[in-house]
């Protein structure tokens, strides 16, 4: 159990354009996912954070306008880049938790934009 | 906020010897510190974590120790295989806040 996916695995967009990435728990209900971004040799950095129903909880120095949450379902989370330049080429992850008691995060396998 | 801080950046062993990485953090209200490893391109997977309310735990060939005074937690791997060759990650969380906050990460190179 705990398996969370995303979509895509990897994209490649046009300098300009908006790209969505989605975030779901196949077989639980996540109250919280978080968004993390990582560049090459970097660790993990996290984003934002997203509760169901909720305005999403960004990280400072995350422009919010920018990098759009959506966690519309217990199961469901997207991240929309707007307006996509080539510093925004990274790799993606998201996770989840089952509930706010729970001290495990579940990582999807990360999609990876370049934008040209 | 929390700051967590990890080293060494690399390390190379030799296949069978012993590797340990080690992390300290800030905020003394952390209670949750899991290890993480991640291959290229891929997910990072838990390893083996540990709460605040305990001082050592062990799976198989890896255990992790936690200095709560101190703050700093440790991730030791016996008898490392190339296999074990990824990048570690450390991290810290106050599950109050549920956020994890990671390490730098640490190369670690097995060689046969």
């Known amino acids: 159990g705990a398996v969370v996916s995303q979509h895509p695995s990897r994209v490649i967009c046009k300098s300009g354009t908006s790209v969505k990435i989605e975030c779901r728990s196949l077989?639980?209900?996540?109250?919280?996912m978080f968004w993390y971004r990582q560049f090459p040799k970097k660790s993990l950095m996290l984003m934002a954070t997203?509760?169901?129903?909720?305005?999403?909880?960004?990280e400072q120095g995350v422009e919010k306008d920018k990098f759009l949450i959506n966690h519309a379902s217990l199961t469901l989370s997207t991240l929309t880049v707007t307006s996509a330049h080539p510093e925004d080429s990274s790799f993606y992850i998201c996770s989840a938790k089952r509930g706010s008691a729970s001290y495990e995060q579940y990582f999807g396998p990360g999609t990876r934009l370049t934008v040209t | 906020g929390e700051n967590v801080e990890q080293h060494p950046s690399t390390l190379s062993v030799q296949e069978g010897d012993s590797a340990v990485i080690k992390c300290t953090y800030s905020?003394?209200?952390?209670?949750?510190f899991p290890w993480y490893k991640q291959e290229l391109g891929k997910r990072p997977q838990l390893i083996i974590d540990i709460r605040s309310n305990v001082g050592e735990k062990k799976d198989q060939r890896i255990a992790v120790t936690l200095n709560k005074t101190a703050k700093h937690f440790s991730l030791h791997i016996t008898e490392t295989q190339p296999e074990d060759s990824a990048v570690y990650f450390c991290a810290a969380s106050n599950t109050g806040f549920q956020k994890l906050v990671f390490g730098t990460g640490t190369r670690l190179l097995v060689s046969p």
């Open positions: 905020d003394s209200a952390s209670n949750y």
């Open positions: 997203s509760n169901e129903g909720s305005k999403a909880t960004y």
């Open positions: 077989d639980f209900q996540a109250t919280t």
